[in-house]
């Protein structure tokens, strides 16, 4: 792969991009580090994967985008498929000028941190499906590292395309913690119980240090319909045992999530554009925002039903959103619906 693109650098000009198309297949992604089973890198960690990204940095090009394609459009509409993440990837490259200067490790993650965000905002407001978002967001990441001559280890030696990625994984991560910090506590709580158990039972002590340590009473989310609570055990309410939306609940961005994503399984776009037109545009943000990170958590633990059900609401968000907008009508500076 090595020789083929350096041929290809050879007769690239300058001045023009060159594209690379790249097939992921469902088999060849990896959940886990073989060294560390806590070091999820999901799709980015495949042997491939590395070994093409590697060759086209060392063949002298710098990564300036990745743009994932729908390719598997079938197998994606499949909730139980093992195809159903698999994604398909175009790269674009320029050649690196050739004064191009090492740079350490620290000033790497410097320049990655000051230019992963802000790329990470502008993919979420693009509505990019959350199955895709690792994909592009290793387009400017793996800018800041290939338009380097070289990336310094502490010891000297180069940083492989590996660890690149590990940190790529790793600072997105920290992007969704940090969104997971501006939501209310009722929902961060939601949050750290759906990552341990999902949908199912938890011990009642355990979700009480929790519940604790954020200042919520898990009685008054029991109220709400979030949870059902018993004397030995908690559990998060699955979608088909919540309440019918009331406004009176909005403020939970957990609860409004789960309720928009069951008013879309159950009636598509038209059912989940009646629950968004009757909470605020905050609220809306915040759904969005936590769709994408219950996504993340989801993939990540192997749960595909959860994962899919979350990609696809995100997926078709414009729709849903465009949809709330038409319902809203401003008359005489107050808010009625159609």
């Known amino acids: 792969m090595l020789r083929t693109f350096r041929q290809v650098h050879e007769y690239t000009r300058e001045d023009i991009p060159v594209t690379i198309y790249y097939a992921f297949k469902q088999s060849e992604t990896s959940t886990e580090d073989e060294d560390d089973p806590n070091d999820i890198t999901a799709v ?27 390719t598997e459009m079938q197998n994606r509409a499949v909730g139980m498929n093992t195809n159903a993440l698999a994604s398909s990837i175009v790269l674009v490259c320029r050649k690196r000028h050739p004064s191009a200067s090492f740079v350490t490790r620290k000033d790497f993650l410097a ?27 290793i387009g400017p990441g793996m800018a800041v ?39 209310d506590s009722e929902s961060r709580f939601c949050v750290d ?4 158990v999902a949908f199912n039972p938890i011990k009642y002590g355990t979700a009480e240090v929790l519940a604790t340590a954020k200042s919520i009473s898990i009685s008054k989310l029991a109220q709400a319909g979030v949870l059902t609570s018993s004397k030995g055990s908690v559990q998060l309410s699955c979608r088909d045992d919540l309440q019918e939306f009331s406004v009176l609940n909005s403020n939970v961005t957990w609860l409004v999530t789960q309720q928009i994503t069951k008013a879309f399984e159950k009636n598509g776009i038209d059912g989940a554009t009646k629950i968004l037109a009757r909470v605020s545009g905050t609220m809306a943000e915040n759904a969005k925002a936590l769709a994408y990170r219950l996504y993340t958590i989801a993939e990540r633990k192997g749960w595909a039903t959860e994962a899919y059900a ?24 107050e808010l009625q619906f159609e």
């Open 44 to 70: 980015t960690a495949s042997t491939g994967w590395e070994t093409m990204l590697s060759a086209v940095v060392n063949a002298g090009f710098c990564i300036t985008g990745t743009w994932p394609i729908r």
């Open 145 to 183: 590292y290939s338009r380097n001559g070289k990336v310094l280890d502490a010891d000297g030696t180069p940083m492989s395309v590996r660890s690149a990625l590990q940190i790529i994984n790793q600072l997105i991560d920290e992007f969704f913690n940090e969104q997971e910090g501006d939501l």
């Open 193 to 196: 119980l759906f990552s341990q």
């Open 111 to 137: 320049t990655l941190r000051r230019e992963l965000k802000p790329a990470l905002v502008q993919l979420q407001h693009a509505n990019i499906a959350p199955v895709d978002l690792a994909q592009s967001a």
């Open 310 to 333: 979350y990609n696809v609401l995100v997926s078709s968000w414009m729709d849903i959103q465009q949809g709330a907008t038409n319902q809203v009508k401003y008359k005489e500076g």
